[in-house]
């Protein structure tokens, strides 16, 4: 059930797919779990540690095998493009779909995507080299009209477009058309952080404070705290602390360490801190509220 191939996720947004860190194996287990390949537009690299981008290089030339035309961008540290530049270059690989690369850093919050119905952006982690974390957080589309107050009061075109962005609008004749009165409110916008491998940092909070469902490494359990610290790595009880104080909906544990062969009691601990915590399952999928809950 709980898989420990390297870190890799998926994540979804209408028919946009971005892919989350590429550790090696990446593209089998997108095979074993009928992921289109060809849908994923982005991919975001956190760090340059073998198991976050060691299946990038084939990943990208299996995309190129497979004749793949649509654009791809490539979100990552300084040091992997040329990484890439060197081994397409020695294995006279020209790729035969556009590849944009967009350098990350890891000195504040950047917004790396935005687009009309969501933004993605990079945050500083706290580890041995350069690392980020991604920030996915969905915008207010248009206003829903109530339609019954709108014919009752036959508000004019410019009124509706007005509305519909949120805006209070005053008719010719001086009459206010207010939005919580002609808009059902707005739902509640959904977001997801990603904090791929870090030393417990409260720093983190700002950056994560209120998300819908955060995901967190979790190597060790509180016993081999000291060992998490050298390491820059945190515990499940760490993760724990950081989304409670952070006032997340969801805790998503991961990156456990291969020296627990049970993870239950890693779970438990994470509970004791925060109730709702959930340990991150191989091919399993985890959807945020939707609008009408």
Known sequence: MHGRNHTAQVLRFGQEFFLLDCGEGTQHQLQRFKIKTSKIS????SHLHGDHYLGLIGLLSSF???KR???LTLFGPKGLDDILTIHFRWSHTQLCYPLTFVLTQDQEKRILLDQPGYSLSSFPLSHRIPTTGFLF???AGPRSLIKEKVMENALSVEALQHLRRGEDYQEPSGKWCRVEEFTHPLPKLRSYAFC????????????????DLLYHE???MEAESKRAADTYHSTAKQAATLALRAEVGTLLLGHFSSRYAELSNLLAEAQSVFSNSLLSEEGKTYALPLHHE
Do not use: M, W
């Open 42 to 45: 982005s991919i975001f690299i």
């Open 196 to 211: 791929s491998d870090t030393a417990f940092d409260e720093r983190l909070i700002p950056y994560l404070q209120g998300v």
């Open 137 to 139: 957080q969905e915008k």
């Open 69 to 71: 035309t649509q654009p």
């Open 218 to 220: 979790a190597t060790f």
């Open 64 to 66: 190129h095998l497979s």
